[in-house]
């Protein structure tokens, strides 16, 4: 337990001189995104897609969490280190999450307000249509991927997103803890 000047347990801790770390605050995000873009290349390489693609589920979480925080445009740069990682044709994941941070400010727009329902129902409809126009954008390149092959992607993926959403809202909450400014 944390004790003040007088040696008072019961008091409250100093929060003078302490702010969030904007490089942490901006940063963290942008870098939570792209490492999930990487993970699923570390954890086993398989002939068909069975993990998550977390990297977009990472997006779509920070993208509900905090709506302007991440600007539009970030589906372009984020989507790059996701090409780079995943072994998709190369521009594939730069235009689908740009389209679904499209259809994600386009939702908002109709739905003020929110609740876990609809949140879970728009990411499950955004991974479904990522997963299916990854697919056919890899086959369209000259890859041949029946679609019964990304059936047990598109089910972990539909339920791994509350539990990416957790780990989101805690790298959300380690993003905005004061720590003590140095000067």
Known sequence: ???????????????????????????????????????????????????????????????????????????????????????????????????????IDLVEERLPWRNFATEWLLAMGLVIAYILGSCLLANLAGAFAPLHVIVPQLVLSIFAFPLVGRLVAMLDRLRLTPFKALR
């Open 1 to 103: 337990m944390p004790r003040s000047l007088s040696g008072d347990l019961d008091a409250p801790r100093q929060r003078i001189n302490r702010v969030p770390s904007p490089l942490i605050a901006r940063g963290l995000p942008w870098l939570s995104i792209a490492l999930a873009s990487i993970v699923p290349g570390w954890l086993m390489i398989a002939s068909a897609p069975i993990l998550p693609p977390f990297g977009f589920l990472a997006y779509l979480a920070w993208r509900q969490m905090r709506p302007g925080l991440i600007p539009i445009w970030a589906g372009m740069p984020l989507g790059l280190v996701d090409d780079l990682y995943s072994g998709q044709p190369f521009g594939s994941a730069i235009f689908l999450w740009s389209l679904a941070a499209i259809a």
